[in-house]
């Protein structure tokens, strides 16, 4: 599903590209018909293909400096949703207050039977909630070997749960591969869940959410319906930074 970012190359544009080789036929020609009296014709020939080396290669640096100052690349994104093919060794999952925290219990029975690590993203006021996840981890996850809940201070600070998040997978990638770990961003708000998203912005870490099989009048997902089903999503994009 992923391709290459999009690049600069003066083939992109074929007019201007097609105007610099006529450039360079002209110049050619100019100087073949200057020394063709004075040279041997084979000196006249090498002489002319160094100097169109030199002319293409010379151009060519300069076309690319002008595309990068007035051009954008074409930006591809692909984004492929789909249920995960296996349990993931370590999960990071944001727990929400009140029934909302049933998202987070799915998301850990969901992994249950290779899950090792859990990290759970809350705020101070979702602590009670994340410890009853904590203990249900516990209880249906037989290979759990450690489980921390983190705080985000602010609730609505996308660069804060962007910054936790990364924190995050930074410690855990020094003890599973990136394919063993997993961010779950359906619990909290929007905020949080856009700073998860773009902690996992590059090419390859694992995302998911929860599909409810039912939800409540206010759409949080209701836990009398069943457990909710996760769904990975893949996200491929190039991230332009600004100079």
């Not at 190359?9 to 590209?17: H, I, M, N, Q, Y």
């Amino acid at each position: 599903m992923h391709r290459r970012p999009a690049i600069y190359d003066e083939t992109r544009f074929p007019v201007l590209f097609a105007f610099t080789l006529f450039l360079l036929g002209m110049a050619s020609a100019a100087g073949l018909e200057t020394l063709k009296a004075r040279l041997h014709p084979a000196a006249i020939l090498l002489l002319c293909l160094g100097g169109m080396g030199v002319l293409a290669f010379g151009s060519s640096t300069v076309f690319r400096k002008w595309a990068r100052a007035h051009w954008r690349p074409r930006a591809l994104t692909v984004v492929q949703i789909y249920e995960p093919q296996r349990p993931a060794k370590a999960l990071v999952v944001m727990v929400s207050k009140g029934i909302g925290e049933s998202s987070a219990r799915d998301a850990v029975l969901a992994h249950s039977d290779r899950l090792e690590h859990l990290r759970l993203v809350t705020t101070n006021e979702g602590k009670d909630c994340a410890a009853g996840v904590e203990e249900y981890a516990r209880k249906v996850c037989a290979r759990l070997k450690d489980v921390q809940t983190k705080l985000l201070s602010d609730i609505k600070s996308i660069p804060e749960a962007k910054k936790l998040v990364s924190s995050i997978r930074a410690e855990l990638l020094k003890q599973v591969s990136e394919d063993e770990l997993v961010c779950d961003f359906t619990g909290l708000n929007k905020q949080a869940s856009a700073g998860m998203v773009l902690a996992c912005a590059q090419k390859g870490p694992r995302l998911e959410y929860m599909v409810a099989p039912q939800q409540t009048s206010d759409l949080r997902a209701d836990p009398s319906g069943g457990h909710s089903t996760p769904m990975e999503v893949e996200i491929a994009y190039q991230v332009e930074e600004q100079t």
